[in-house]
């Protein structure tokens, strides 16, 4: 009886899950596009991962960051904000569906982001990298 029950919700959430998902996979397609029609070529999931990974020298406070600075190097995992402490949600679509969703809003973190962490504002090739990476997790 509970096992059938946990079936039917389950199968009720499914495709909550689904839209969320077909939304980030809608969300990235545009970007990625936008990117290619600037001069980025092939997207490379490991150049996203190594992206991620590289370390910057931050040029005022001397600190080294990467994008895992705050959110981690396993992007389904929570993050938390080198600054502020404050939490920040996993990036990965496949734990948290509503990643990738909001074009201005990956506009608007990728552009903040890249000049914290990089120290300037990520190229389309970049951008696009990074995207795809983010969305293979």
């Excluded at 029950?5 to 545009?30: F, G, N, Q, R, W």
């Excluded at 190097?73 to 496949?94: F, M, V, Y």
Aim: proline residues 3%.
């Amino acid at each position: 009886m509970i096992n059938k029950s946990l079936m039917i919700c389950a199968m009720m959430l499914l495709p909550l899950t689904y839209s969320h998902s077909v939304l980030a996979t809608e969300a990235v397609d545009k970007l990625l596009a936008e990117y290619r029609s600037a001069g980025a070529s092939e997207f490379s999931v490991e150049a996203g991962k190594t992206l991620w990974l590289q370390e910057f020298k931050d040029a005022k406070s001397g600190k080294v960051r990467q994008c895992a600075t705050c959110h981690t190097d396993n992007l389904r995992n929570k993050g938390k904000h080198a600054r502020t402490g404050k939490s920040i949600e996993p990036l990965a679509t496949s734990v948290n569906p509503k990643s990738l969703t909001d074009i201005k809003k990956i506009r608007k973190w990728l552009t903040r982001n890249c000049k914290w962490t990089i120290g300037r504002e990520c190229t389309p090739q970049e951008k696009g990298n990074v995207l795809t990476f983010i969305q293979a997790q």
